[in-house]
């Protein structure tokens, strides 16, 4: 049975990090795109940012652009985004989930398996 479980959330102040992981079990996906999806109170589910199945490629949300970083460990089933500066519209709940096929993405409905989340809170 496929399992994402997603840590390292939290409440920091703003300006402040966080790193998230997420630690898939079940099955490999070194073959496949894995993201971070996050869902604020009210809001859609939105992309985050997303890596390829090598590592190699990368893709950002606007928002989060230069601020954020998604790492891989492929052989630890493993996706992390680390979080710097971070700012009060970067409170939601954050979601990893891995990806139909090795490409980037940012379209939800691509991805298959989903986390449960984490929550992260920035707020002074």
């Known amino acids: 049975q496929v399992q994402l479980v997603e840590s390292g959330g939290g409440l920091v102040q703003p300006g402040g990090s966080l790193r998230l992981s997420c630690v898939a079990s079940?099955?490999?996906?070194?073959?496949?795109?894995m993201a971070w999806f996050r869902q604020a109170p009210g809001k859609e589910r939105e992309f985050v940012s997303v890596i390829n199945w090598s590592g190699g490629i990368t893709s950002y949300a606007d928002s989060v652009k230069g601020r954020f970083t998604i790492s891989r460990d492929s052989a630890k089933n493993t996706v992390f985004l680390q979080m710097n500066n971070l700012k009060p519209e970067d409170t939601a709940r954050y979601y990893c989930a891995v990806r139909r096929t090795a490409e980037v993405g940012s379209y939800d409905g691509d991805y298959k398996y989903w986390g449960q989340g984490t929550q992260v809170t920035v707020s002074s």
């Open positions: 079940g099955r490999s996906f070194s073959s496949r795109a």
